[in-house]
């Protein structure tokens, strides 16, 4: 009879150890799973940025591109195309409403008269 009480108890411990065990299974999988999905979720925000980056990318391929960045950071220009150059400082007072004085107009007159002076001479006079 001892023997046999040993023998449950001994199969009760190794049943408790069995179920000690799945539940350790069950919960590791659980957990890894949820890092399976957030993983799942990172790698696809990162290929919705992966496709932004190939448009750029092809975008910055295409002739109307160079062009732009020619015209913006190289100041190049069309063969025929005139530049103006407009005073910042002058602008941002008319945006702003400051009332140019008859100094103020005068000056600018007289950029505008120079440009235009500098233009006609370098038209007819090249150097």
Known sequence: MRKKKLINRLLIIAFLVLIVSLV??????????????ALAKDVES???INNEY?????????PEFVEQ?????LNMIQ?????VIINQQMETESVLGVQETDVDKRQSLEVWRDLLVDGVKDC???N
Do not use: C, D
């Open 124 to 126: 007819f006079f090249l």
């Open 24 to 37: 350790r299974g069950i919960a590791i999988t659980m957990q890894t799973s949820k890092q399976v999905e």
């Open 54 to 62: 190939k448009g750029e990318l092809e975008y910055r391929k295409t």
């Open 69 to 73: 960045e020619a015209r913006n950071k």
């Open 79 to 83: 063969p025929g195309e005139t530049v």
């Open 46 to 48: 990162l290929q919705v």
